[in-house]
């Protein structure tokens, strides 16, 4: 009884194995029946977007409302918000199901890249024109809405920079200036160890955190072609540049530069800013969105704190205005065509409306706009949109930046660096492995 | 005879003592939710964590409950209780044959039941998040029953088949004789002999479909047909670094479950122990 | 004569079947609509070269496949989920049966012990996962607290992917020792009480008749509860994907991690989809292998 049991089992496998080859051939094709929402009855427009709460919803929320009220295309915007935590997987779910909504935001990059090429964004140039939002968004704004030479996104609402946070009461205590470059940045953190301080707040476990460090290092140390070249495999990522950042990161893990366990931190829990909240850590280096977070978290801490750009690399001639970050944030994709895409434009536009700047601005955002400067008050906003400004160039996020992916394998083999478990060889190659993978695949 | 109960004496000791420490792993975690649910949000990270808290403030507790809490709590229990009944029904249904009557294809069927417990259920999602969308249930608690069910057969019928199959066939057979029909005697006997299998499996899966997120998530999309594990998300989303209040979230959605099983654990057992001396 | 009893025979068999269709029937439905369905599905889309997304698919029959074969990542995660899977046999079910027992023999006095050790069971992967990010903190958790407490230093467990993955079998182990408790409770009220009374009678500790007697009739539930274990530990998932995604590095990275993460983040749907049903018949496989030793040993 037993044995046959067995037996049947095994064929039962094997019936639906044989069942699914035999039918994988005659219907892969519909698998992937693409979205059919742009019917001309329709007079909704579904509007994906991560302002569930806070300045988030204020400022993607302004221009659906000023949209609906004020438009005479005879469409309505309906805005379903969701929880950026697993937005870019709910995101693949719709659109792989034929229910990719007529607009939604992403963080450009790799990803956007995805949906394009896929068809889920309509190139928007001639909208783009038409509103003027060449002259109004900065152009590193709208380098970043672009793929192979068309526009097919409209940037909303924030400038975002990689940046050292600072605790200027510890930097006054023990005398400290702020570093200009990196051996003054190294002296500054010696002497915090030295005084049982924690010099960079970092909760390593979601990886992007950390990667910052690898970014700012590489672009500090030669510019950003060695990584242009690495990605469109003219060059490597196994130049000298990334081995020196990977060495300089396990320089400072080992001299005590981070918090202990920093890999297991994790930042969506708070555990890097507790850090700095409890002055057990004087600076942190991540993304200027975090003027908003201190701000708010406690408006007599942000007090204490004040920003820098990542120092120059002693004795390296590169372009020490280059910035890693985004320049808009969320940029809104549309996938419809027509009217539809005309009112749905339409709508996206409002977010370079003046009074849609004023709302960025009032919820500690920083538009990307020409007009900023003349919004912006905050001390801290200020300089960082100066460095903005001032960029000779802004690479993205290379984990948004590049083929998903590849951002993986950077993601965890840049992890490993900062646990000590890999060497910077051992990483460099692997994210080269990587690399030349999907640059075969393509 | 003394020298075996002081023997005793010292193993029950050790027993105990062994039962403490388990006693104490399960719960300090419990603790360390519950203390840190009522603080203030800068104090846990102050006054670190096991200290207690400076006010026993039910704040946070009010501000979870004031939010879209009590509607994600209801949506969890009509799903749970309608998608539990119809899978132990079912399971038992089918459960019955398997154990009892033969038939041709008998064993084939009862491996392919059993070996779908193998399947990964995530990559199900897609198939039934098109599905659900068919259907017209996409973004109602509706779209969440199939799935539930249909995750909790195969484990459950395994279960409820080698169960089915140790209740001695005499009772059944006497049954027969009176000319009992196979209906009657599945409701009859059948199903009440497995009320300790059923308990078991009613604490597994409901446990299961209580904490499922994965598909909730994906199947539904406006607050009013979301689930409580939801509100963990969302919570988290909307307070990322306020971690009391996200403890407090964490305590008010394992409370139902915690009361619901001390005040039925009595029955649940009495279920159990009726089942066993029938047997 | 003999043809009329045969006859009768075949009358009986028809009933039988014609009964067992009808119970069997819904059964059957759920399971096509939302299992088999899927399955065959999955295959499918592994024989393609998709993203996921996009309309067009290529058809590449079994590269996905070939691919899965050499893919280091993939056969790490195997062996972790491996690792998981006798480490979850080995500490949860001894540990259900002992609790079982304790309840078993202490009777009702016992009762807050069962209650009390129950609760992690009810909560959700979610939660614990997220409960434990904050419990098991290199700075402010438990464990630290009491280790410097005792004059230790800070412990990093999840940080360090050393100590990574057996951290999360302990939490995993945490959250469901307690299920294989209460099955083995049940269980235990299968054993008739006379059986106890009976040895107890006969002169024999309680030691004697757990080893003696009770092991030997509970052994066949604990052999579904160890294919339980095993299946669940295969296929897991909530927990990792909640408390470390998968790091430090890779060094947690499951099967059922790395599919979701290659399907849903990596725009892999067709490769995902062959590490899918790569993990349905390895676990189908290992399954199967692991019953016929277990049966194997009762012969």
Redesign the interface.
Same mark, same amino acid.
């Given at each position: 009884m037993k044995k046959r049991w067995m037996k049947l089992m095994s064929l039962s496998v094997a019936v639906v194995m044989t069942m699914s080859l035999a039918a994988c051939g005659s219907s892969s094709g519909d698998d992937s029946s693409q979205d059919s929402s742009g019917s001309s009855e329709d007079k909704t427009i579904t509007y994906w977007n991560i302002g569930t709460e806070g300045a988030d919803k204020a400022a993607l929320e302004y221009a659906v409302d000023a949209f609906n009220e004020n438009t005479d295309s005879g469409y309505q915007v309906e805005m379903v918000a969701i929880q950026n935590d697993n937005y870019k997987e709910r995101l693949v779910v719709a659109m792989s199901s034929g229910e990719c909504p007529d607009m939604y935001t992403s963080w450009s990059g790799g990803p956007m890249n995805e949906y394009i090429d896929s068809g889920f964004a309509q190139p928007v140039d001639d909208l783009y024109e038409e509103y003027g939002l060449n002259d109004i968004f900065m152009e590193a704004a709208t380098a970043q809405a672009s793929y192979n030479g068309h526009i097919y996104a409209v940037p909303t609402y924030n400038v975002s920079l990689a940046g050292i946070f600072y605790n200027t009461e510890i930097f006054d205590e023990y005398g400290l200036e702020v570093p200009t470059t990196l051996s003054e940045l190294e002296a500054v953190c010696d002497t915090l160890v030295e005084n049982g301080i924690t010099p960079f707040a970092l909760a390593n476990a979601p990886k992007w955190t950390g990667s910052m460090f690898y970014q700012c290092l590489v672009a500090r140390y030669a510019g950003l072609e060695p990584f242009q070249a690495a990605v469109d495999g003219s060059g490597s990522f196994e130049d000298e540049c990334f081995q020196w950042a990977g060495e300089k990161i396990q320089e400072w893990v080992q001299k005590g530069y981070f918090p202990e366990g920093v890999n297991s931190l994790d930042e969506d829990a708070g555990q890097a800013k507790q850090l700095m909240y409890q002055e057990t850590a004087a600076m942190m280096l991540t993304g200027s969105w975090y003027t908003g977070t201190f701000s708010t978290d406690s408006p007599e801490f942000y007090e204490k704190i004040d920003w820098f750009s990542f120092p120059a690399v002693d004795g390296s001639d590169a372009d020490t205005s280059i910035q890693i970050g985004t320049i808009g944030d969320q940029f809104v994709s549309f996938n419809c065509e027509g009217e539809k895409l005309d009112a749905a434009f339409e709508c996206a536009s409002y977010y370079a409306s003046d009074e849609a700047q004023q709302v960025m601005v009032d919820n500690g955002k920083i538009p990307p706009t020409k007009n900023a400067e003349s919004l912006v008050t905050d001390p801290i906003s200020k300089k960082v949109l100066e460095a903005a400004n001032g960029a000779s160039s802004t690479q993205l996020w290379w984990d948004q930046y590049l083929a998903p992916e590849v951002a993986q394998v950077h993601l965890d083999t840049c992890q490993e660096l900062f646990g000590l478990t890999m060497t910077p060889e051992e990483a460099d190659a692997q994210l080269q492995a990587a690399m030349e993978e999907y640059n075969a695949d393509k | 005879m003394k020298k075996?109960k002081i023997k005793?004496r010292i193993?029950w000791a050790i *027993?105990i003592i062994?039962?403490v420490a388990?006693?104490i792993? *399960? #719960?300090?975690?419990?603790i360390?939710?519950i203390l840190n649910s009522f603080k203030d949000?800068?104090e846990m @990270?102050?006054n670190?964590?096991?200290a207690l808290p400076e006010e026993w403030s039910l704040a946070n507790y009010k501000t979870v409950l004031e939010a879209n809490f009590p509607r994600y709590f209801l949506n969890s229990v009509v799903v749970l209780v309608i998608s539990l009944t119809i899978l132990l029904f079912?399971?038992a249904? *089918?459960s019955?044959?398997?154990s009892r009557?033969?038939?041709?294809g008998?064993?084939? #069927?009862?491996?392919?039941?059993? *070996?779908?417990?193998?399947?990964?259920?995530? #990559?199900?999602?897609?198939?039934?998040?098109?599905?659900s969308?068919a259907m017209h249930v996409y973004d109602t608690i509706w779209a969440l029953i199939? $799935?539930y069910?249909?995750?909790g057969?195969?484990?459950s019928?395994?279960?409820l088949t080698?169960f089915m199959k140790?209740i001695p066939k005499e009772i059944e057979e006497a049954a027969e004789i009176d000319g009992c029909s196979?209906?009657k005697m599945?409701f009859k006997i059948m199903l009440p002999m497995a009320k $300790?299998?059923l308990?078991?499996l009613a604490?597994?899966n409901g446990?299961t479909m209580?904490?499922?997120?994965?598909f909730a998530?994906?199947l539904t999309?406006s607050a009013d047909s979301r689930t409580?594990?939801l509100a963990?998300?969302?919570f988290?989303?909307?307070y990322?670094?306020d971690?009391p209040m996200?403890m407090a979230v @964490?305590t008010l959605?394992?409370l139902p479950?915690?009361i619901l099983?001390?005040f039925a654990?009595?029955k649940l057992?009495k279920g159990?122990?009726a089942?066993?001396?029938k047997? | 004569m003999k043809k009329n009893k045969n006859s009768l025979a075949v009358r009986r068999q028809r009933e039988v079947n014609k009964v067992a269709a009808v119970f069997l029937a819904p059964v059957i439905l759920v399971l096509v609509v939302y299992i088999f369905y899927p399955i065959v599905n999955t295959f499918q889309i592994s024989t393609l070269d998709w993203n996921g997304i996009s309309a067009d698919s290529t058809f590449i029959g079994l590269d996905n496949w070939i691919e899965l074969l050499h893919d280091k990542a993939f056969w790490t995660a195997f062996l972790n989920n491996i690792k998981v899977m006798l480490l979850s046999i080995l500490i949860q079910i001894p540990l259900g049966l002992a609790m079982a027992t304790f309840v078993e023999f202490a009777g009702k006095k016992s009762t807050i012990f069962k209650i009390l050790w129950f609760i992690p069971q009810l909560m959700s992967s979610v939660a614990v996962g997220f409960l434990f990010t904050y419990a098991l903190a290199t700075n402010g958790g438990i464990i630290s607290s009491i280790s410097q407490l005792l004059g230790g230093g800070l412990v990093d467990l999840l940080g360090n992917p050393d100590t990574a993955l057996y951290t999360v079998i302990g939490v995993i182990a945490w959250q469901f020792t307690p299920f294989y408790m209460v099955y083995c409770v049940a269980s235990y009220t299968n054993i008739s009480e006379d059986v106890y009374e009976a040895s107890l009678v006969d002169g024999a500790t309680k030691g004697q008749y757990f080893w003696k007697i009770a092991l030997p009739l509970l052994k066949p539930s604990l052999k579904s509860a160890a294919i339980l274990s095993m299946v669940g530990s295969l296929k897991y998932f909530d927990l990792i994907y909640v408390m470390t995604g998968g790091g430090p590095g890779t060094s947690t990275e499951l099967m059922a991690t790395y599919m979701y993460k290659e399907s849903f983040a990596n725009f892999n749907m067709g490769y995902g989809s062959a590490v899918a049903g790569g993990m349905f018949i390895l676990i189908t496989l290992i399954s199967l292998i692991t019953m016929r030793i277990l049966n194997g040993k009762e012969d």
């Open positions: - | 075996t005793s193993s *027993a062994l039962a388990g006693l792993i *399960a #719960i300090v975690p419990f360390f939710m949000k800068f @990270l102050t670190g964590i096991f079912i399971a249904c *089918a019955y044959p398997l009557m033969k038939f041709k008998n064993g084939f #069927i009862y491996s392919v039941i059993v *070996a779908c417990m193998a399947i990964p259920v995530h #990559i199900t999602l897609i198939p039934i998040f098109r599905m969308q199939g $799935p069910v249909a995750i057969v195969p484990i019928v395994f279960i080698s140790s196979r209906f599945f $300790p299998g308990s078991t604490i597994y446990v209580w904490n499922e997120y994965i998530y994906t999309q409580l594990p963990v998300w969302d988290r989303g909307q990322s670094m971690i996200i @964490l959605t394992a479950m915690i099983f001390i654990q009595d057992i159990m122990t089942g066993a001396v047997g | -």
